[in-house]
């Protein structure tokens, strides 16, 4: 089986990637360490053909699959994927129902290449709401991966950034008055360490696809100096050619931080 996936991501790439401009991405010293995506539109393609929403999401998942490979090819140190937040529970059940396995159907598929491809899995955000068959394949993928040092795939996954910056205050009000942590010692850098993301760091780019231009409850203080790449293609239609094209863009963006 060596070597089978990767002549699967070969024969199954789309036929507009250039071989050459990846190299040419690969080879850049400005490749962005974190990329974070908010994968939109599955409902809005599933309506444009007349089909249920789920299947737009289980095309979101082929979707999904392309993009991590090819992330994981360019260099990508951590992919961060919007998969589930705290306010799509107000979705129809049945739909909330197939989002709840969909990390079934991706991880039981996906991870013998994850494994192959060196891919780290995690998950960010609260676990313990979730049912017990998603929470234990989720859980089986990270184990199986722990050891793996490529790219970390972090699937946000039931998350929600203000319960998460609430959560944090939360700890940090408690550390204060169990004295573990004193007033003056509170800053961006010890604020961060009380995020779900302290052992990740902020995402350099985040793209978000379906046209619609605004963060949605996602990672609010971890995006506070990234860079955004928006564009009107739907996820389950979004390609390699895109993904590549996003890169390219954050490659000629100046990062000044605030200064000069």
Do not use: C
């Not at 699967?8 to 401009?21: R, Y």
């Amino acid at each position: 089986m060596k070597g089978f996936w990767k002549r699967w991501f070969k024969s199954n790439a789309s036929a507009d990637i250039d071989d050459t401009k990846i190299d040419s991405i690969k080879n850049s010293a400005i490749i962005p360490e974190h990329v974070a995506i908010i994968m939109d539109g599955n409902g809005r393609w599933a309506k444009q053909r007349s089909l249920p929403r789920i299947a737009g999401h289980r095309e979101g998942i082929k979707t999904l699959r392309k993009t991590t490979k090819l992330a994981n090819e360019i260099g990508v140190k951590t992919l961060t994927v919007y998969a589930f937040s705290t306010e799509n529970w107000k979705r129809p059940e049945k739909e909330v129902a197939f989002l709840m396995k969909a990390p079934i159907e991706f991880l039981d598929t996906f991870l013998p290449e994850l494994i192959e491809e060196n891919v780290k899995v995690n998950i960010m955000g609260d676990t313990e709401a979730l049912p017990h068959h998603t929470r234990k394949a989720v859980e089986k993928a990270m184990k199986d991966t722990e050891h793996n040092d490529g790219l970390l795939l972090n699937l946000a996954f039931n998350y929600g950034s203000r319960a998460e910056i609430i959560q944090a205050v939360e700890k940090i009000a408690h550390d204060a008055r169990t004295g573990k942590l004193k007033h003056e010692e509170i800053s961006e850098e010890l604020f961060s360490s009380y995020l779900m993301t302290s052992q990740i760091g902020d995402p350099d780019l985040l793209i978000r696809t379906s046209g619609e231009i605004r963060l949605s409850n996602f990672m609010l203080w971890q995006l506070a100096y990234t860079e955004f790449w928006f564009t009107d293609v739907l996820w389950p239609d979004f390609s390699e050619k895109e993904f590549l094209e996003a890169i390219e863009v954050y490659q000629k963006r100046s990062r000044r931080y605030g200064g000069l």
